[in-house]
């Protein structure tokens, strides 16, 4: 993480009208380049820090800081679901983001394509997302998240509804695009070997009301595939960040309460 | 050959079912020597249908004109109206009642009232207005929940890509609403027609001349082969536009929407 810095959070909460408190003060840098995981429980508030740093929040306090302003298309965002359009063909779905910003047909279609490509999905342009398992559903939402060419990718528990031979490969295949696409990742997951396996950094949060309870640079050679599963270092780092998630999740349960 | 019969058979089932109907009601018209003016047998409804054709043709039309004029009207204005609901809190607010107290109130109770206003000499106006009072809700209260059944995701993507309200109206909320619309066009367009029978039997009188009335009439004069031909345009016109909506609804959804791709799956 030599990096600079893409964006900051800073002491961040967020409050729901009903008096809910989401976030209790979220301190997070991020940093350019970087496969930063947001490792916690379920319902801890770490889908509304991606929505916070993608826009589609505000926080009730404090700040989330780009070091430069963040154009439109400069965020791309997978969701849980793969989100496409059941009307529109997968090229249009991935061309959506191209539209909505004025980019020519010829010049969207050609883009997408090109997205579509990488993510092995040349040859189901023209089809419908029904036609599409779960997993290349998947892939058509990272062609299109990917296809404005972002600065930052950010991942919302993208594979957990997908079965554990295809959440392994599009593991694989996100790595793949990342180290070769010069974008920075935030990647929300509550999967402790999931977070090893892919980040170079893991932030841990704890229970409702969430904030950042620790951090770990993930001390694995960057080029990743099986090997990378079965050594004796992955194991040794997912331990190290199991016990980050105990403590996290430690003063919740001595209190017994606030994580409703 | 058994497969050929179980697949096509289905859709054999109503016909053959029809035909031996028929036939029993012919057979039993016949043995029973029942009297025409009491019940006409289905041979007799067909010599009516062919030697009264100019006249129940002619009727047949304008009953035709109007229901798809009113079906029309209906989902200009429905849609319209529910357009403006999802772009204006306010609007919906305000007149969302009034399109509910339109609805709730029997076409019967109102029809004598629009025809006295409308006048006698412009009837088929009067018929317009009943007919299209009727088809006209299922469009607005289906469009609107249609608009309003997004999906959230879908929607936080297209703020994320900072989509303006027109792009969200036309890439988004309407084809979102277009299976919603479908569906209460199907409802529409046979209330349409249920709006203009209807209003037609409350006008009565003669001076409007479409199928209801000549039921009506040949009620009146016993003259039942003509009122079951009457009846029998009636329920086929019905029924082609029902098929007609039907085959809208699946030529457009048949690629992308599950209430198509259960039966492409059978």
């Given at each position: 993480m030599s990096a600079d810095p893409l964006l900051r959070l800073d002491a961040v909460t967020l409050s729901y009208p009903?008096?809910?408190?989401?976030?209790a003060g979220v301190d997070l840098t991020v940093a350019a380049g970087e496969f930063l995981s947001l490792l916690g429980p379920s319902g801890c508030g770490k889908s509304t820090v991606l929505r916070l740093v993608a826009g589609l929040l505000s926080p009730t306090s404090g700040q989330v800081e780009w070091t430069r302003p963040a154009a439109r298309g400069d965020i791309g965002f997978v969701f849980q679901?793969?989100?496409?359009?059941?009307?529109?063909?997968i090229r249009a779905n991935v061309r959506l983001p191209l539209d909505l910003a004025g980019v020519g047909r010829a010049e969207g279609d050609s883009r997408a394509l090109a997205e579509l490509e990488k993510v092995g999905l040349s040859d189901f342009a023209d089809a419908y997302p029904r036609e599409l398992s779960g997993g290349m559903k998947m892939r058509a939402a990272l062609a299109r998240a990917l296809v404005t060419r972002p600065g930052l990718l950010l991942l919302d528990e993208p594979f957990a509804a997908l079965d554990e031979i295809t959440r392994l490969k599009l593991n694989d295949d996100l790595l793949a695009l990342w180290r070769h696409g010069g974008f920075t990742v935030l990647f929300v997951t509550h999967s402790v070997f999931e977070s090893v396996y892919l980040s170079s950094r893991i932030a841990v949060m704890g229970p409702r009301?969430?904030?950042?309870v620790g951090e770990m640079m993930v001390d694995l050679p960057p080029e990743r595939d099986l090997a990378t599963r079965t050594g004796t270092l992955y194991g040794a780092q997912c331990r190290a960040v199991s016990a980050l998630l105990e403590t996290a999740m430690a003063p919740a349960s001595n209190t017994g309460r606030g994580a409703g | 050959m058994k497969e050929l019969i179980q697949r096509s058979g289905l859709w054999l089932l109503p016909p053959l079912f029809g035909l031996i109907l028929l036939g029993a009601w012919e057979g039993a018209i016949r043995y029973w020597e029942v009297p025409p003016y009491l019940m006409p047998a289905p041979s007799a409804v067909l010599a009516a249908l062919w030697g009264d054709a100019a006249l129940l043709l002619g009727s047949l039309w304008l009953t035709l004109v109007i229901t798809l004029q009113a079906f029309l009207l209906a989902v200009v204005s429905g849609v319209a109206l529910a357009l403006l609901f999802s772009q204006s809190r306010l609007a919906a607010a305000a007149l969302y009642p009034y399109a509910v107290i339109l609805q709730v109130t029997p076409i019967v109770a109102i029809a004598p009232l629009v025809v006295i206003w409308v006048g006698y000499e412009r009837v088929n106006l009067a018929l317009l207005i009943l007919a299209w009072i009727v088809a006209f809700f299922p469009i607005l209260s289906n469009m609107t929940l249609g608009l309003r059944a997004v999906d959230p995701n879908l929607r936080d993507l297209f703020h994320l890509y900072g989509a303006s309200r027109w792009q969200i109206l036309w890439r988004l909320q309407l084809p979102s609403a277009l299976p919603y619309l479908l569906a209460g066009m199907k409802i529409s367009g046979g209330l349409a027609l249920i709006g203009a029978v209807v209003a037609e039997f409350v006008a009565g009188s003669g001076t409007a001349s479409g199928l209801a009335w000549r039921i009506i009439e040949s009620g009146n004069r016993l003259n039942m082969p003509r009122l079951f031909a009457a009846l029998t345009l009636l329920s086929l016109l019905g029924m082609t536009i029902f098929g007609l909506l039907s085959l809208i609804q699946r030529l457009l959804l048949a690629r992308w929407h599950e209430s198509e791709l259960s039966k492409a799956g059978r």
């Open positions: 009903n008096g809910t408190r989401a976030l679901e793969p989100t496409l359009m059941p009307w529109a063909t009301p969430g904030r950042i | -």
